[in-house]
């Protein structure tokens, strides 16, 4: 287990502000955040990189400041890899070990075997900078495993590779996780990454940590307006609460009436999150459904979002909702036309303005 104990940290200009979080043991964890919001800090907090000003990082129990890196069980693979660029692949993997004083009959079999599992024995005697992106991720990743540690950060390690071969990273990070049960510290902006490996998330924004929760949790259920902006919803609206029945509330939104699940008083600010999968769009309004929320509206332009179609409403607010390209092309989603939009009200999530992330 990995707990930050209300950590705060300053390096130049930038602080962490009081962070507090928890990573259980095998967790496939993940530091979301824009560039600069601190993810890095964070990762080497965890391997005993930075001393905190204020509060504690605790490593199973254990505050790892005082003791040597090797000693550790922690392995840290940064977005650039910090291969050693005179040394060969092989060297390169065997750095730790050596330093961990192993014998050399073991580090020759250890190097051999985890070098043959990432399929980069052909590699053995070639330096780094005679390689691709995806082969010195694969030494980077080998040398951080060979040393068997209990505990692996990677800092953006998809980043600056291809789509295919990031495609397949993330299946072997997935295995690798699955197989070995690491504890993984991710950190990256990338939402889709995210999606494909993590169980918990935290966000992280200008040094402060504004969510914590499962990955489902923080991509449907954002605490904040600038947690939803960051994970992608694509309609965010503010309203203020004037009917509560029995814990479905009616928010009025720029005098557009939304209903949702919720349980606050009459007048309370909120913010109202509705992915746009979750909007369904009719060309009459014949279609019977369970949806309590029907909007009219004119479509204002589409366009392409990888293998979906983004169709934009003016329903007197603007409303934005994810169909198929098949749907567009059958329902011939063009500016200007007449469409009707549904949603339940289960798929409004609602959170009030200025309520604390730990209360909701």
Do not use: W
Not at 52 to 80: A, T
Not at 167 to 178: A, C, G, N, T, V
Not at 316 to 329: A, K, N
Request: proline fraction near 4%; charge should be negative.
């Amino acid at each position: 287990m990995i707990e930050f104990d209300n950590v705060s940290l300053t390096l130049g200009s930038f602080s962490l502000k009081n962070i507090s979080l928890t990573i259980n043991e095998g967790d496939y964890y993940f530091v979301l955040g824009p560039s600069g919001a601190g993810k890095t800090v964070i990762l080497e907090a965890i391997a005993g990189l930075h001393r905190p000003d204020s509060g504690s990082v605790l490593v199973r129990g254990e505050d790892l400041c005082n003791k040597p890196p090797e000693k550790r069980k922690i392995s840290l693979v940064y977005q650039d890899y910090s291969l050693f660029p005179h040394m060969t692949v092989f060297d390169n993997v065997a750095f730790g070990l050596k330093m961990q004083k192993c014998p050399k009959s073991e580090i020759r079999m250890k190097v051999d075997d985890i070098l043959d599992r990432f399929n980069i024995s052909h590699l053995r005697d070639r330096h780094p900078l005679t390689m691709s992106g995806g082969e010195q991720q694969r030494v980077a990743l080998a040398r951080s495993l060979v040393v068997n540690p209990k505990i692996l950060l990677l800092d953006e390690p998809l980043s600056a590779l291809d789509p295919l071969t990031h495609e397949k990273f993330i299946r072997d990070l997935r295995s690798l996780h699955k197989e070995q049960g690491l504890t993984i510290v991710h950190v990256s902006h990338s939402r889709q990454e995210a999606l494909s490996l993590a169980n918990n998330v935290a966000v992280i924004i200008d040094g402060r940590l504004v969510q914590e929760d499962t990955v489902e949790g923080v991509f449907n259920r954002p605490s904040t307006e600038e947690v939803g902006r960051f994970v992608g919803i694509e309609n965010i609206f503010r309203g203020r609460v004037n009917r509560n029945d029995d814990s479905l509330i009616n928010v009025d939104v720029c005098g557009v009436n939304i209903s949702a699940v919720g349980n606050y008083p009459d007048g309370t600010e909120v913010n109202l999150f509705i992915r746009g999968e979750d909007i369904m769009l009719f060309q009459t309004d014949g279609a019977v459904t369970s949806a309590r929320n029907t909007l009219e509206g004119e479509i204002t332009d589409s366009f392409h979002v990888g293998a979906v179609v983004r169709v934009n409403v003016d329903c007197g607010i603007p409303v934005s909702v994810l169909v198929t390209r098949q749907s567009s092309e059958e329902m011939n989603l063009i500016r200007g036309k007449k469409v009707i939009v549904r949603f339940k009200a289960t798929a409004v999530h609602a959170v009030p303005v200025n309520m604390d992330a730990a209360e909701i």
